[in-house]
């Protein structure tokens, strides 16, 4: 096989995989979010306190789109918005009652996935299959 259709394959499989995670997590968690209500919600649990302003450029999408995505969030339960004590006009994002639910829900599944890995992969494959896919990261970061 040639390398092209090695790193296509690469890819695809990559593709897959990601779709599949996201299929069973979201019948997992049976929260129902749109995409980038996930995907901000994914990033207010990573980056605790992050801004709309970051949230946006983590995204790759407007303040704009972030805005109303946050308004929804909030109406909802899932996050709250905290103004900042020195600028009373910038605020963080943090979880909400129902976002601190979707976590720990995120989290048991999270260990679910772990388990099954951990249930057919050792230990020396894990570190190995994540030092490639974390030096693939670096090379997609240069791009």
């Known amino acids: 096989m040639k390398n092209n259709q090695v790193a296509e394959q690469i890819n ?19 929260f129902s979010l749109n995409n980038q209500q996930y995907v901000l919600l994914t990033l207010v ?5 992050c801004s709309p302003s970051e949230l ?14 946050l308004t ?4 909802d339960g899932y996050i709250m918005k905290r103004q900042h004590e020195e600028d009373k006009r910038a605020f963080s ?4 009652e129902k976002g601190l639910l979707y976590k ?8 679910q996935i772990t388990e ?12 190995e299959m994540l030092a490639t896919l974390e030096k693939m990261k670096k090379i997609l970061c240069e791009f």
């Open 104 to 111: 720990q829900e995120v989290e048991a599944f999270n260990q």
């Open 12 to 30: 695809q499989t990559i593709e897959d995989i990601w779709i599949m995670l996201e299929k069973m997590e979201r019948a997992y968690t049976n």
């Open 72 to 75: 929804k969030l909030e109406q």
């Open 116 to 127: 099954k890995y951990h249930a057919h992969l050792t230990t020396e494959e894990l570190a």
């Open 56 to 69: 946006a450029d983590k995204m790759a999408i407007t303040k704009s789109a972030v805005s109303q995505q």
């Open 45 to 49: 649990m990573r980056h605790p306190s």
């Open 93 to 96: 994002v943090e979880l909400g």
